[in-house]
Each structure stands twice: as C-alpha cells, then as structure tokens.
C-alpha cells in the first residue's frame, strides 16, 4: 500500500524553539507539499516542490521553510515557533504530468506551540 | 487570484437525506476539480475527480459531482446519506497542467441515525 508517512502524530513545543516536521512518501512522486489545516479555513499551502532540491512559496510561507534533499523526503521547518503556528500540518504528494491525479496525504501532525 | 468557495460550513441531516454540498471555484483557463473527505481521525481520501469528458462524476461510496462550466461550480451530491458519511468534505481546484491545489474552507456534515 503506497504511502505518505509523517514523522509524529502529535507534537508540543515551546516558543522559539526550532522544530522539524518530517515527510516521507515511497512512491517515487516528484511532488510534495505542505499545508497547514485550520478550523473554518480549510487547508492552505504553505509550500511546495517539483523535484530534488526544488522548492516554491505557497500562499502562507512567512515563518516558515523547508528542505528537500531526497526525492521521497521533504522538511518542513518551523525557524521560531510561535503560538500562531498551533495547527494540523498536513504533507501530500503526487506525480508530475496533468496535474489530474490528485494528491496522497499523510496522517497529519498536530503542533502544539506552548 | 485563484480561489475555491464551499459554502456551506456545517450541514446536519438525518439518515437516507439527500445531499447536496456547494463548491464554487475561481480559475482562469482550464481546471481539474476534485472533493475530498476527511473521516474523523482519518487522512484526507479522495472521494472522485473531474479533468474533462462527461460533467457528472462517480466517484466512491455512491458520491457524485457535476461540474456545471458556466457557473463555475462543481456540486457534490448523494442521493441517500448513511451515518458513516460523517465527515469532512474538501472541494479542490488545479490549472490544468500544474499540481497545485487549492482548498476550500470544508464543509461539516453531521448525519444522524
């Protein structure tokens, strides 16, 4: 069964802390991405990437960054967490080519920010 | 600027309703639309999507969706809804050619034995 795994299922953090939020699929998908899901507002993406090394801004990456190294690992770092950034994080990923085959998502990371 | 609206946030019906969520998309050029749902304490699934052909879509647990070009809208409908429909429904949009999605807010459905 193919599979996109995030790293913890829960997390709890202080303010300004560093924190590392890990994505791994094995599917060999060239894309990946980040999105942050919130009560009333839906999922918003925070970032993205089409290949190795690759990454672009999503529509909310202010505080944010992330890093892609493998093709089936992709980071997402918190540089000083605040409370604001208390939300479910999502990672998802799919192959390239029409855009039509959707997304696989992971289970989710809820991040507390203490 | 791109934008997917559901506007309907919460939804109660009771058992073997019929149900009709709204999605509203805001594209230039071509899109694939999709729905997806998030059962409680569960990953979001896909639950079907259109890219071109035939506007009405069947995807699982007996879900449909019709994409209605003109008013920029892909509606998803079932005709008879169960308790297990409990959930979380996403509608989503894509520029044809691209892999980004952009969500909508979601919409609650509570279904009632």
């Known amino acids: 069964d193919v599979k996109v795994t995030q790293s913890s299922r829960y997390l709890v953090k202080r303010t300004g802390e560093k924190v590392f939020l890990e994505c791994v699929q094995d599917?060999?998908?060239?894309?990946m991405f980040w999105y942050r899901q919130d009560p009333g507002l839906g999922l918003r993406l925070i970032y993205f990437?089409?290949?190795?090394?690759?990454?672009e801004k999503g529509d909310i990456p202010e505080g944010y960054s992330v890093s892609r190294e493998k093709k089936e690992r992709f980071s997402l770092i918190l540089e000083s967490a605040s409370t604001n950034q208390t939300s479910m994080y999502l990672c998802?990923?799919?192959?390239?080519?029409?855009?039509?085959?959707?997304?696989?998502f992971g289970s989710g990371t809820r991040l507390t920010v203490v | 600027a791109q934008s997917v609206s559901q506007h309907n946030h919460h939804v109660i019906l009771s058992e073997a309703a019929s149900l009709e969520l709204g999605c509203n998309y805001s594209?230039?050029?071509?899109?694939?639309l999709f729905w997806y749902v998030q059962y409680p304490g569960q990953h979001l699934q896909l639950l079907l999507k259109?890219?071109?052909?035939?506007?009405l879509v069947k995807g699982i647990k007996g879900f449909e969706a019709e994409f209605i070009k003109s008013k920029f809208s892909f509606n998803l409908r079932k005709p008879s809804v169960q308790w297990s429909d409990t959930a979380e429904y996403f509608c989503?949009?894509?520029?044809?050619?691209?892999?980004?999605?952009?969500f909508g807010t979601g919409t609650r459905l509570q279904v009632f034995p």
């Open positions: 998802a990923s799919s192959s390239s080519g029409t855009g039509g085959d959707g997304y696989t």
């Open positions: 259109y890219f071109s052909g035939d506007p």
């Open positions: 989503a949009a894509s520029r044809r050619g691209t892999d980004k999605l952009i």
């Open positions: 599917m060999d998908h060239e894309n």
């Open positions: 990437s089409y290949d190795v090394k690759m990454k």
């Open positions: 594209y230039g050029g071509t899109v694939n």
